[in-house]
């Protein structure tokens, strides 16, 4: 089992859509969970950042984490069509030599 | 403005002919990292740096090498480029590993080996 899973869709939504992002996990000690945006041609940035469990609001986007089932989520709320981008995952675990791990992302596009 | 600089931004080489990617960051970080960017594969990574003189091969570093001479710069190094080592490389940067502060990421290095 791939330690970070995502899907990479592509997802097409229309603009003022709500939109789902999903990764799973198989480390149960990853407590720093992240999103990431890429837009085309650029490299990826910043956009959510969560330690442990819970959820996160920023303007329209939403981060959650359930540990439990090793699960997190990127919700957009009112899409805009300059919210299409590629979507990454990525967690890590405290300690030294732990590295930040990456989903493989999920390409969006939002429809106008 | 903080950021990290990859030069160059497009490369097209021929197979064997010795190249350097250039990465400067100018935020202070302890922590860079290579990324290359596949389809399908996502980010993997080539060689991370925890400080000066310190390197340490990621998840795919065959064929590359880097340094760590200065805080701020972190050079990847192809000795003899094959054409599998076409790829978009990114090179980033962070207090710490773990990416709890975030990596800043350059703008990406399109590398195409003929």
């Known amino acids: 089992q791939k330690e970070v899973e995502q899907d990479p869709g592509p997802l097409s939504v229309p603009e003022g859509a709500i939109v ?3 990764c799973t996990y198989s480390n149960s000690a990853f407590q720093y969970f992240m999103w990431y945006r890429q837009y085309s041609r650029k490299g990826p940035e910043l956009l959510m950042y969560t330690y442990s469990s819970g959820n996160k609001e920023d303007g329209r986007f939403t981060a959650q984490v359930d540990k439990s089932s090793k699960y997190i989520s990127l919700f957009i709320r009112d899409s805009q069509p300059s919210d299409s981008a590629t979507y990454l995952c990525a967690m890590s675990a405290p300690g030294g030599s732990e590295k930040l791990v990456f989903g493989k992302g999920t390409k969006l596009t939002v429809n106008p | ?4 600089t990859q030069n160059p931004r497009y490369l097209i080489t021929v197979t064997g002919k010795k190249l350097t990617v250039t990465c400067s ?3 202070n970080h302890e922590y860079m990292s290579w990324y290359r960017q596949d389809p399908g594969l996502g980010l993997r990574q080539i060689y991370y740096s925890m400080n000066v003189e310190v390197t340490d091969k990621g998840d795919v570093p065959e064929g590359y090498k880097v340094s760590r001479k200065e805080k ?3 050079p990847l ?3 003899s ?3 599998n080592q076409t790829s978009l490389y990114f090179c980033a940067s962070s207090f710490n590993n773990q990416g709890a502060d975030g990596y800043t990421f350059g703008s990406g290095t ?4 003929v």
């Open chain 1, 20 to 22: 789902s992002l999903n």
């Open chain 2, 1 to 4: 403005e903080a950021q990290v």
């Open chain 2, 25 to 27: 960051q100018n935020m």
């Open chain 2, 72 to 74: 701020r710069n972190f």
């Open chain 2, 77 to 79: 190094i192809l000795e």
């Open chain 2, 81 to 83: 480029p094959s054409p």
């Open chain 2, 110 to 113: 399109r590398l195409t080996v």
